[in-house]
């Protein structure tokens, strides 16, 4: 007999496992169909956990060569990489965190198929694995997720040529690494690699580095990440992309017209990411996708086809896996008949190199672009006695509030651990905190989080304490 489901989750990505929870929870049978063997899609095999694990591992290292002996530490002879022990452990924690997806599904009484999925029609889904077989399911959500986008002119041969997935799993570390794009993905794993030896070389295409972030984070974290050796090409076409043994020569073309050429042993093409839909079949139960191909969904982020909804990278918006999360959880208690929301405005953004560099609501140019009166508070990190104590003097705190109400419109940070500091102005943005109330908020010393603090009397009165 076919089996039959209140809900088919097409996906396994933290959308989708996330949003297979939460219709569990509700009192749905649910079902959630992956195409690979393991389970947590780009975010948990190929991108957030183990990009963060070589981050960590690779800042342990940096911070051993060049700091350990400032702090008093002294290590006899030659500090050295096993870099096939470094992506060792990184497969390791990936393997750890995926097998904690699946006893969550097993914890949750939620069905799982492994294979590819798709639309037979409107409330059938075929599954292609090891073995083929159709489900019924009442409603579906897609959360197929994203993959990474590449330049039309570029071919990708996955061994020089290469995506963040070929990035993470190196046989060694390049002498130099020519990365295409300036965004988060590519200065992430751009500092991986220097620090580990490599020559960093980014060429982007805007003006200044992550161009969606606030101006003045781009600009901070440009001169930190030059201050580490990392080289910038900005205002730079790229316009071809050859390989000749195990050299890779990218050319381009700078903002006076001129061609310029990089050589480098591996190039890392860093432009984006793009939906991913193929196989699912998605005419076949009458759901569209725009020109961009994503999904096109409604406020409730409902298909065209109304048993059906979607999540996460495959839909419009930022692709973050946390806003794919809240979007998963949305659904699952809108199908319970809950009235749930999102406030898109305050999903937060991080970048994790070091410093970090995190950020919620409207930036500075969006503000001026809309029209707003509003104020600015600034803190650097330099004067707290934690940053010091920590030798993690770069960044600072930057709070944007309504001229008139004071209500704070954008934080944005530059820092150590401000990834998790913003979720303070996550919090205080919920609930429509003006600056005053951050500011007479008491805040633990010493730590990071008195900037937040700082920035806020800055905003409010210009009186900061400790500048």
């Known amino acids: 007999m076919m089996s039959k489901y209140d809900v088919a989750v097409i996906g396994s990505g933290p959308g989708g496992y996330v949003a297979a929870i939460r219709c569990a929870q509700l009192g749905m049978k649910t079902a959630l169909i992956e195409k ?14 183990p ?3 070589l981050l960590d591992s690779s800042h342990h290292y940096e911070d051993a060569i060049k700091h350990f002996d400032t702090h008093g530490i002294e290590i006899p002879g030659e500090i050295k990489i096993n870099f096939e022990k470094m992506i060792g452990r990184k497969r390791a924690v990936v393997e750890q965190t995926t097998k904690g997806i699946e006893f969550l599904m097993d914890k949750n009484n939620i069905t799982v198929y492994h294979g590819l999925g798709s639309f037979v029609d409107s409330t059938h889904i075929k599954i292609d694995g090891t073995k083929k077989e159709t489900i019924e399911a009442k409603y579906s959500i897609i959360a197929t997720g994203s993959k990474p986008a590449t330049l039309t002119f570029i071919s990708l041969d996955k061994e020089r040529i290469i995506t963040s997935t070929e990035a993470l799993e190196l046989k060694e570390i390049p002498k130099h690494l020519i990365v295409i794009g300036g965004g988060v993905i590519g200065l992430e794993l751009g500092q991986v690699y220097r620090r580990l030896g490599a020559e960093v070389s980014v060429i982007e295409y805007a003006n200044r580095i992550t161009p969606a972030m606030d101006s003045a984070c781009s600009r901070e974290l440009t001169k930190v990440l030059k201050k580490q050796g990392i080289k910038f090409y900005l205002s730079h ?9 195990s050299t890779v020569q990218v050319t381009a073309t700078d903002k006076k017209g001129s061609e310029v050429t990089f050589d480098g042993d591996y190039c890392l093409v860093s432009v984006g990411r793009k939906p991913y839909t193929a196989g699912l079949n998605a005419d076949a139960a009458g759901v569209q996708l725009n020109e961009r191909g994503q999904v096109e969904v409604n406020d409730h982020l409902q298909t065209t086809t109304t048993n059906i909804y979607a999540i996460g990278d495959v839909v419009r918006g930022t692709m973050l896996a946390h806003k794919a999360e809240e979007e998963g959880v ?7 008949g809950q009235k749930p929301h999102i406030d898109y405005n305050l999903i937060p953004n991080v970048i994790y190199t070091w410093p970090e560099v995190a950020s919620v609501g409207k930036t500075e140019e969006q503000l001026k672009e809309a029209g707003v009166n509003y ?3 600034q803190f650097p990190m330099r004067a707290l006695g934690r940053a010091r104590a920590s030798m993690d003097t770069d960044g600072f705190v930057k709070i944007l509030a309504d001229a008139t109400t004071d209500e704070v419109l954008g934080v944005h940070m530059v820092g150590a651990r401000v990834a998790d500091l913003i979720a303070e102005a996550v919090t205080a943005m ?6 005053e109330d951050i500011s007479r908020m008491s805040h633990s010393h010493p730590t990071y989080a008195e900037a937040i603090k700082e920035a806020a009397l800055a905003a409010t009165e210009n009186r900061p304490l400790h500048i």
Do not use: D, Q
Request: glycine share 14%; proline share 0%; net charge positive.
């Open 430 to 435: 919920e609930f429509r905190a003006s600056a």
């Open 375 to 377: 104020k600015s508070g």
């Open 237 to 245: 076409g790229v316009n071809k992309v050859n390989r000749k043994g």
């Open 36 to 49: 690979y063997s393991t389970l947590g899609g780009t975010c948990l095999n190929v991108g957030c956990i």
């Open 330 to 336: 949305m659904v699952a208690e809108f199908l319970a």
């Open 51 to 53: 990009s963060k694990t």
